[in-house]
C-alpha cells in the first residue's frame, strides 16, 4: 500500500506567523495535489505540481514538488485565521487514482 | 448554482438498516466518484464511475453498491448498515481524474 504521510498532524499558531506543512511518500509520484477542507465542506483543490522541484505560488502560499518527487511542502506566509483548514496533499502514482494523506490540522489563532 | 450536491447532509440510523446517499452534479463531468473519510480525517477512495460506468473498485464491502443513472448522478446504497461505517461520505466528479470537485458530504452516524 503506498501511503502518504504529512506532517505535523496539528499545527496551532498565531496570526501573522509563518509555517510549513509537509507531505512525503516511499514512492514516486506522477503529480501533487493540495487540497484544503474547511469543517463540514468538502475538499477544494488548491494546486497541482506535476514537474520535480516546481514551485508554485498563490497569493501567502508556496508549493514546492521535491526533485525526487517523493515530497512536496506547503508554505504560508503570515498566516491569517482564514487560513485554519484541514490541509490534504493527494497524489497519484500512475493509476488515475488520487490517494489522500494524512492530513494536517492547522488552526490560526486571532 | 451548486456544483456537486448531495443529500442528506445528515443521516443517523441504527445498525442493520439500509440508507442511500445521493450525489448530483451540474458541471457536466463525465467522471464521478466516492470517497469515505473516517474520523481522524483519512480520505480513501471508494468507487468512480465514468460515463455510467464502473471504473474503480476498492476494497469496498459488498454491502456498498453504487448506482449511477446517469452521467450527473451517482448513489450509494449500503445495506446492513454497521457501526464502523459511521464517517462522512464525499461525492466528487470530473472531467479528468486530476481535477476533482467534491460535494459537502454526508455524515453517516450508525448507532
Known amino acids: 500500500t503506498q501511503l502518504l504521510e504529512q506532517s505535523p498532524q496539528f499545527l496551532s499558531i498565531q496570526e501573522g506567523e509563518n509555517l510549513t506543512v509537509y507531505c512525503n511518500s516511499s514512492?514516486?509520484?506522477?503529480?501533487l495535489q493540495w487540497y484544503r477542507q474547511e469543517p463540514g465542506e468538502g475538499p477544494v483543490l488548491l494546486v497541482t505540481?506535476?514537474?520535480?522541484?516546481e514551485v508554485k505560488k498563490l497569493k501567502r502560499l508556496t508549493f514546492q514538488f521535491g526533485d525526487a518527487r517523493k515530497d512536496s511542502s506547503l508554505h504560508i506566509t503570515a498566516a491569517q485565521p482564514g487560513d485554519t483548514g484541514l490541509y490534504l496533499c493527494?497524489?497519484?502514482?500512475?493509476?488515475?487514482?488520487?490517494?489522500f494523506g494524512t492530513g494536517t490540522r492547522l488552526t490560526i489563532i486571532p | 448554482d451548486t456544483a456537486v450536491s448531495q443529500t442528506p447532509k445528515y443521516l443517523v440510523t441504527q445498525m442493520g438498516n439500509d440508507k442511500s446517499i445521493k450525489c448530483e452534479q451540474n458541471l457536466g463531468h463525465d467522471t464521478m466518484y466516492w470517497y469515505k473519510q473516517d474520523s481522524k480525517k483519512f480520505l480513501k477512495i471508494m468507487f468512480s464511475?465514468?460515463?455510467?460506468?464502473?471504473?474503480i473498485n476498492e476494497t469496498v464491502p459488498n454491502r456498498f453498491s453504487p448506482k449511477s443513472p446517469d452521467k450527473a448522478h451517482l448513489n450509494l446504497h449500503i445495506n446492513s448498515l454497521e457501526l464502523g461505517d459511521s464517517a462522512v461520505y464525499f461525492c466528487a466528479s470530473s472531467q479528468v481524474w486530476s481535477q476533482q470537485y467534491f460535494g459537502p458530504g454526508t455524515r453517516l452516524t450508525v448507532t
Open positions: 464511475y465514468n460515463n455510467k460506468e464502473l471504473i
Open positions: 493527494a497524489c497519484n502514482f500512475g493509476n488515475e487514482k488520487l490517494t
Open positions: 514512492s514516486v509520484f506522477s503529480s
Open positions: 505540481v506535476v514537474t520535480g522541484g
